[in-house]
């Protein structure tokens, strides 16, 4: 509780944080966007097999 009340490097930190989760966003982001990719290829695959 005491840790809420004294500030620690907040305005570096701060930085940091927000790069970070930048970052983070941006590698969910292009992973989703592979996975998107990667079915959309199988199921084309799947969809000429068949047929």
Known sequence: MAD????KKHGKSGETREDRLKASLKANLARRKAQAKARATSDDKVG???G
């Open 4 to 7: 809420k009340t004294s500030p």
């Open 48 to 50: 000429k097999d068949e």
